[in-house]
């Protein structure tokens, strides 16, 4: 395990360097492209009608009003709720 993770930590170290930016800045864009992965996975299971959006927001760790604007973002059309209904 130990030997695993420093081949990684080199191979971050040497694209770092290559690329001109911080080991963060790399793990930052590793995160960003992970996540719009599992997002464009969970994506095409809540157009099929397969995953709610209450089980995608659970998997990707997200708020549903994240999750909402991720679809106004993307133009997929969803149900859009009205909160301000009068309560008389």
């Known amino acids: 395990m130990k030997n695993n993770l420093s081949n990684i930590k080199a191979e971050l170290e040497n694209y770092a360097s290559e690329s001109n ?3 963060l800045q790399v793990v930052d864009k590793l995160k960003t492209y992970y996540f719009n992965k599992k997002v464009n996975d969970n994506l095409k299971l809540y157009k099929k009608g397969q ?3 209450s089980d995608i927001t659970k998997d990707l760790k997200i708020s549903p ?3 909402y604007a991720i679809l106004e973002k993307k133009n997929i059309n969803h149900t859009k709720y009205n909160k301000n209904k009068d309560a008389e």
């Open 21 to 23: 930016l911080t080991e």
């Open 51 to 53: 995953k709610k959006v």
């Open 65 to 67: 009003r994240k999750f």
